[in-house]
């Protein structure tokens, strides 16, 4: 009987390592063994493995930072809003105790690495030349650039979050809301709409590859047709839009007309340049301005934060202007 125990013994030991290597597999590349919970994200830069779902995360743009609110995710840093100190107003509250590490064209290394992330998350299109040396601090995954469309972005960062399930259904309850705005607008949205953007010493018409172009394309308004031959095949920006001088202000007409100011810190430049434009006597002859269908909205929910929050109020404020 006592030769049988140590057999049982051998048997017993051997069951838990196999059941130990049935929740491990091997990393290809390396050799190295990883839990089951291990998934890979392809994205801009080439692919990145997490062996776990991350706790920890820095996220590098602004849409990204509204992405993982959206997802019910804190970051322990971010990149500081472009408007706002440090945050934009509509998210501030859920970011109190979030470390700032720079700003989306320079980030913070230095402080990155010191905040020990198991996972960064950033964009070819601002970071880069960044890429390697963030990659050596945690894995990091980067979309390929910025758009008016950030729903594709969006799954990007809901995959590195492995939280996929969650992000389709945040997505979800966006297009229902655009579907029941869309609905309450009716016959709105036979209008046509202009949207312009000052800045400090420059000005510019917004089209229909912006944040808010998508939006109001997506609810189905009708562009400006004066604009179309503005954004030619040479306009540097694309469909995103094109800087002008005041001579173009006519072409800024509409049925309705909306505009935002970019002016952090209430940068007196940028405010100097939208008094001077508004006040302007080809502004006042615009159709839109005699018959008081101009509206001032905000630049951080209209265009800069560009994520999934702030889609979700401008979408409210679109409504709420239309059905007055």
Known sequence: MNKIKPFFAIISIFSLLLLAACGQKEDT?????????SYTVEHAMGSTTLKKTPEKIVILTNEGTEALLSLGVKPVGAVQSWLG???????????????????????????????????????KVRQEAVYDQLSAIAPTVFSDTLRGDWKENFKLYAKALNLEEKGNEVLSQFDAHLDEVKQSLGDKTDQEISIVRFMAGQSRIYYTDSFSGVIFEDLGFKRASQQTELFTADNKLGNLAIEVGKEVIPKMDGDVLFYFTY???????????????????????LNAVKSGNVHEVSDAIWNTAGGVLAANIMLDEVEEIFNK
């Open 29 to 37: 590349t390396t050799g190295e063994k990883q839990d089951d919970t």
């Open 263 to 285: 002016a952090p810190q209430g940068d007196k430049a940028a405010l100097d340049t939208a008094k001077e434009w508004t006040n302007d006597p080809l502004w006042k002859n």
């Open 85 to 123: 100190d440090p945050w934009y107003d509509h998210i501030s509250d859920e970011m109190k105790d979030v470390e700032v590490v720079g700003v989306e064209q320079e980030v913070n290394l230095e402080k990155i690495a010191a905040l020990k992330p198991d996972l960064i998350i950033g964009t």
